[in-house]
């Protein structure tokens, strides 16, 4: 990702080429750059793309932008309004040029970020048609359930959290994408924090930290950071002295024997 990045920063700053192809460099240079972490500078570039789009009058170019630019607005910036208005014009556009697949992509998109803002009950209808839909598609299903996990723990219903977070987590592995298969256990350690399973709760999170550390990653989403601390907060202080005994135990238990106690729910 990083070499892609250098390449296309370089290309842009080299060419003097406008229309659809510097358009296109933009749309995959922005959405790389929010990817590694400097989300202002990929946001930045993409709406610039988006611009260049609109001025093209490619519906198909801009739609892609749109919903790239979506992303990094509720992920990184924290813009929930800016977010939802270009996931919502997304979805407008693929819908006009039939495209299913791209507007499944943008409900998706919205329906993130209706669970940022909270607004759970919108949400749960979308990701439920979403869910009716997915025909075995293993990243709508994995979003899907998850966004109705999140909406669940949003209400504090722990037990219905955890039933969709495995289901979430039972897609993910299928997906075979590690990043998002630890979201899905960090879900889970919240649902059982909810349902007062404590240990539990920090023995899984604390494998994912671990796992985290290992990867040099260190993600911070606005939503997604307040819903771990209502939940594992008050989970690591029920614990009182045997606390930092259970965070080392979670810190030494392999990622992927993680991921089998959290769908066998057996720590």
């Known amino acids: 990702m990083q070499e892609g990045r250098g390449r296309l920063v ?6 003097g080429t406008t229309g659809r192809v510097r358009a296109r460099a933009l749309t995959a240079s922005g959405a790389l750059i929010a990817r590694q972490g400097d989300a202002p500078s990929g946001i930045a570039e993409l709406d610039g793309a988006v611009a260049m789009w609109r001025e093209l009058g490619d519906r198909d170019g801009l739609a892609s932008a749109l919903d790239s630019l979506g992303w990094p607005l509720v992920y990184d910036a924290n813009d929930n309004p800016r977010a939802l208005q270009a996931f919502e014009q997304a979805l407008e556009l693929r819908r006009q040029l039939a495209d299913e697949a791209g507007a499944t992509r943008a409900l998706s998109g919205i329906a993130q970020v209706l669970v940022a803002m909270g607004e759970t009950e919108r949400a749960e209808a979308i990701s439920l048609d979403l869910l009716e839909g997915a025909a ?12 109705l996990a999140d909406c669940a723990l949003i209400r504090g219903d722990a037990e219905e959290a955890g039933t969709r977070y495995r289901q979430s987590l039972h897609a993910a592995l299928r997906l075979g994408d590690v990043v998002e298969t630890s979201f899905e256990v960090q879900g889970v350690a919240m649902s059982e924090a909810g349902s007062g399973n404590p240990r539990r709760a920090v023995v899984l999170a ?48 392999a990622f992927d024997d993680a991921v089998e106690a959290a769908l066998r729910n057996d720590l």
Do not use: K, N, Q
Not at 136 to 147: I, K, L, P, V
Not at 207 to 216: I, K, P, Y
Not at 219 to 224: C, D
């Open 10 to 15: 370089a290309a842009l700053a080299a060419s």
């Open 136 to 147: 075995g598609d293993a990243r709508t299903e994995h979003f899907a359930s998850h966004y």
């Open 206 to 253: 604390e494998s994912v930290a671990a796992l985290w550390e290992s990867l040099g990653l260190s993600i911070s989403i606005a939503f997604w950071d307040a819903l771990l601390e209502r939940y594992l907060a008050p989970a690591r202080e029920s614990l009182g002295g045997d606390y930092e005994a259970v965070r080392a135990e979670g810190r030494t238990l």
